[in-house]
């Protein structure tokens, strides 16, 4: 750190000042985040999708950047032997005392410990130096002059039409509908179906949260209707029609049908939130099974769904005694992955060195991974959580995957005491790999596993290609199955933009011995794929060729891959819905579906 420019302050001014520099940062970033999420209005309003996905991107970064910011000023305002422990245990009590009346207090705490662990070495990562517990609560943020979390209205008093079509209003969407009193008369019906036909009480309410949550080409009323002991979550998306005006598309009333909206699998939303932690407080009376680290990390605060989960994972440790071990499967090439079997995730660490084929470095996988955090995951790539350091019980770790580590990525792990420290790894939900749930389901008999199996990966397929990705190598193992069923890729190592693959033929032999060849006579250059080989690769077994070849034949044609590399260079942004077709509104065609939409893709995201 340099010389300080002025003479030395008392440490307590210096802690105060630290203090002060540290919650600027915060609120700099905070404004720059909300700001996104207001333009993303203005991006839905004009169906400007391609800047809109781009702001989408950009927005991932802003955190560490500012991060980093702060961190360079502090480095530069002072030197190190002015922060001693006492000031840098000084600088969080001030921290604290700032903190009061704030509206994000427990984001700020995340970015304090942020910059902290910039500049202190991981012994000070204790609650004298950093929020490992957090101190404000955020339960009783005084919300009184700001603009409600969410608005109610009362149906009982206005009727449920005008009710609904007030909801819709009060947005003040600079966009005309097409018809929305048809739409609105289609979500009536819908909600007094669930409502069945129960007499209206005293608390007949209907709780709106007070902005729209944007994401790729929709928007989305986020609610819930109480009546009685009645009470149910609805989502309605807005789209835009081929007219580009606005119709209401379908109200997901269906727990499954929000959780699945709200899926690790896809990209983050974009809402403007004054007090997030009221947001998330009323998502999870929506979704109760979902822990709050992923409602923050959904709502784009990834790095405070990071440090929840982290607090999660350590209380978790703390109530179990099973042992990591290496996950089930086949082992990758890349990546060494283990798991504890009572908790519902894996751990994933880029080994020192592969063996042939891969053709790749640390820094490159590192790069595809960063690529899909910041892609629009379709609901078919699972999120993954990247730490560095992470501290593990020893005595958690099987010997076996202790002598795998210390075989496989020696640079990487380090003892200390009683502890395992692993410098880079990534989390990521568990699934059952693809090739055990085939192998599973035909060891069962089960032919309707196996094809359903079948349909979704290949439907996978088509929504990573839709999303502008190939996935590279598409082995089975290399896919997971959710908890609901559905086929979502892990193995980014060799993944590429569609528009960057060359899809070919293979061509005809020139001659005998071209025929005789066991090497291919052709050349082939990096990023020339033939889809007519996948078959020798994914169709060995008889039962998964017969499904496969039922529903995604055309996966093993040029044309297919060629033709959708196509659309994505005229610029055309597909439609991929988080939620299935029959729940959508009657006459509601999307704006720029695609042309003809395979029976198949129906059911595309029935999670
Ligand atoms: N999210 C997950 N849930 C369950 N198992 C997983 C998960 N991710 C990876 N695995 C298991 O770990 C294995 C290796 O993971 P992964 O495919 O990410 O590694 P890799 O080294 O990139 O593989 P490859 O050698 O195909 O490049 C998988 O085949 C699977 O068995």
Request: net charge negative.
């Amino acid at each position: 750190m340099k010389q300080a420019a002025f003479p030395k302050l008392l440490s307590s001014q210096i802690a105060f000042d630290i203090a002060h520099t540290i919650l600027d940062g915060f609120d700099k970033h905070y404004r720059l985040f909300r700001q996104a999420s207001q333009v993303a209005r203005q991006h839905f309003e004009t169906a400007n999708w391609t800047v809109a996905q781009q702001a989408a991107r950009e927005r991932i970064d802003f955190y560490d950047k500012r991060v980093l910011e702060c961190v360079q000023v502090l480095e530069d305002e002072y030197d190190d032997s002015e922060l001693s422990d006492s000031v840098w245990r000084e600088t969080k009590l001030h921290y604290i005392g700032m903190l009061s009346g704030h509206k994000q207090p427990e984001l700020a705490e995340t970015f304090f410990n942020s910059v902290c662990c910039n500049i202190l070495h991981r012994t000070y990562f204790h609650n004298d130096f950093i929020f490992v517990r957090p101190v404000i609560s955020t339960e009783y943020i005084d919300t009184e002059e700001l603009l409600p979390t969410y608005r109610v209205y009362y149906p009982a008093t206005d009727g449920l039409r005008f009710s609904l079509k007030r909801i819709v209003t009060n947005f003040q969407l600079n966009c005309k509908f097409a018809n929305l009193d048809r739409d609105i008369a289609q979500l009536e019906e819908c909600l007094l179906h669930k409502l069945g036909g129960d007499a209206p009480e005293p608390n007949y309410q209907i709780q709106v949260l007070s902005n729209l949550f944007f994401r790729n080409k929709g928007a989305y009323v986020v609610g819930k209707v109480i009546n009685g002991t009645q009470e149910f979550p609805f989502v309605v998306p807005i789209l835009h029609n081929r007219h580009c005006e606005l119709v209401l598309d379908a109200v997901l009333l269906d727990h499954a049908q929000i959780t699945i909206l709200f899926s690790f699998t896809r990209a983050y939303f974009m809402v403007d939130m004054e007090v997030p932690s009221a947001y998330v407080q009323f998502l999870r009376t929506l979704l109760p099974r979902k822990p709050r680290s992923e409602i923050y990390t959904i709502l784009g605060l990834q790095k405070q769904g990071k440090t929840l989960f982290y607090r999660d994972y350590l209380q978790h440790l703390k109530h179990t005694a099973d042992r990591f071990e290496i996950a089930p499967g086949i082992r990758g090439l890349v990546m060494l992955v283990f798991a504890l079997p009572s908790f519902p995730y894996v751990f994933k660490v880029i080994k020192d060195f592969f063996p042939a084929p891969k053709e790749t470095t640390r820094a490159q996988i590192k790069e595809k991974y960063l690529l899909v955090k910041h892609h629009d995951r379709v609901g078919r790539m699972a999120d993954t959580l990247e730490y560095s350091n992470v501290a593990f019980p020893v005595e958690r770790f099987s010997e076996e995957l202790i002598a795998e580590l210390l075989h496989h990525a020696p640079s990487l792990v380090e003892f200390e005491g009683d502890r395992i420290i692993i410098r880079h790894l990534y989390i990521e939900r568990r699934m059952v790999p693809l090739n055990i749930f085939l192998s599973n389901a035909e060891a069962a008999g089960n032919d309707a596993l196996i094809e359903h199996g079948v349909i979704e990966y290949g439907n996978a397929i088509r929504e990573l290609v839709a999303a502008n990705i190939f996935p590279g190598d598409m082995l089975y193992k290399n896919f997971g199955v959710t908890r609901q069923g559905r086929v979502v890729f892990y193995d980014y190592d060799e993944i590429e933009y569609i528009t960057d693959c060359n899809f070919r033929d293979i061509p005809q032999p020139r001659n005998e011995e071209d025929e005789m060849s066991a090497e291919p006579w052709y050349s082939i250059a990096k990023h020339d794929v033939f889809p007519e080989q996948f078959g020798a690769f994914l169709l060995g077994n008889a039962k998964i060729k017969q499904y496969f070849m039922k529903h995604h034949a055309e996966l093993l044609t040029k044309d297919f891959w060629q033709s959708r590399k196509q659309r994505i260079m005229d610029g055309f942004i597909e439609d991929v819905f988080p939620y299935p077709q029959h729940i959508r509104f009657r006459n509601q065609a999307p704006a720029f579906a695609p042309a003809t939409t395979p029976p198949h893709l129906e059911n595309l995201n029935n999670e």
